[in-house]
């Protein structure tokens, strides 16, 4: 997963994005929330890999699972 996501102040912000891209792992995630099969997001990013999607996937699992949740 690392080889494929980078956080760089100078690319897209700091936001996490798949390596030689500005393509950001919240776009793959909001495409797959929006029912976009993995197929149907390289569609749309033809330089996108299976890999890179999965990468932001394992990611997104990695901080959540890092993050404290507060109940109210």
Known sequence: MTE???I???ICGGKPAIKGTRIMVKN????IAGGYTIE????AYP???K??????LEYA???IDEE???YR
């Open 4 to 6: 494929r996501i980078i």
């Open 61 to 63: 699992s990695e901080v």
């Open 28 to 31: 793959i995630l909001g495409m």
């Open 68 to 70: 404290k949740v507060v």
């Open 51 to 56: 890999e890179d999607i999965t990468a932001a």
């Open 40 to 43: 149907r997001i390289i569609e």
């Open 47 to 49: 330089e996108l890999k």
């Open 8 to 10: 760089d102040p100078e």
